[in-house]
């Protein structure tokens, strides 16, 4: 059923007027089959956000993402990084089955860097894998001054599976 059309009144200006529901020519919109054109920044800002989120999971997630991360915004950090890395596999008693679980962190000091939050697996005859959480004084020349081991806590890192926990409760 068609709308009911609206008295039509004469104006002194000769402009047309359009009741409801007709088209006017004067507003594209209103045409049929008309589309809004988008610019490109629309289209493009979704999909640097979305970018923008996967690259801040991949830096957490994957820490040779890391790495390069903070070699370009930190190279200094990173150096120190490292050199402690080398340091505390170096040091291990049996290196050739030394493996790094945390990857450290740097913070500036004044002469240098200190590097903790660094976790390394080391083989132990008769004992398995034994977990040692590793602290490093680096000065500026990247140069390891102190190194520093002590046992870590097991409460702080993250068990690896649920099999893992499961197959200890048994």
């Known amino acids: 059923m068609k709308p009911p059309r609206r008295p039509h009144f ?55 993402v890391n790495d390069a991360f903070l070699s370009i915004i930190k190279p200094q950090a990173m150096q120190a990084i490292r050199a402690c890395r080398e340091a505390a596999i170096a040091g291990s008693p049996n290196a050739d089955f030394a493996r790094i679980i945390r990857y450290g962190r740097a913070s500036k000091t004044r002469n240098g860097f200190v590097v903790d939050a660094l976790i390394i697996g080391e083989l132990e005859q008769g004992k398995g894998e034994v977990r040692h959480s590793i602290e490093c004084h680096v000065d500026a020349a990247g140069n390891v001054v102190d190194i520093a081991r002590h046992p870590a806590t097991t409460a702080a890192l993250p068990t690896q599976s649920t099999q893992d926990s499961d197959a200890a409760n048994e």
């Open 10 to 64: 004469p104006h002194t200006d000769n402009t047309p007027v359009h009741a409801g529901g007709e088209e006017d020519p004067d507003f594209p919109e209103q045409q049929p089959g008309y589309r809004r054109k988008r610019g490109r920044s629309s289209r493009v800002i979704p999909l640097l956000i979305i970018a923008g989120f996967g690259l801040f999971i991949l830096k957490e997630e994957v820490p040779a």
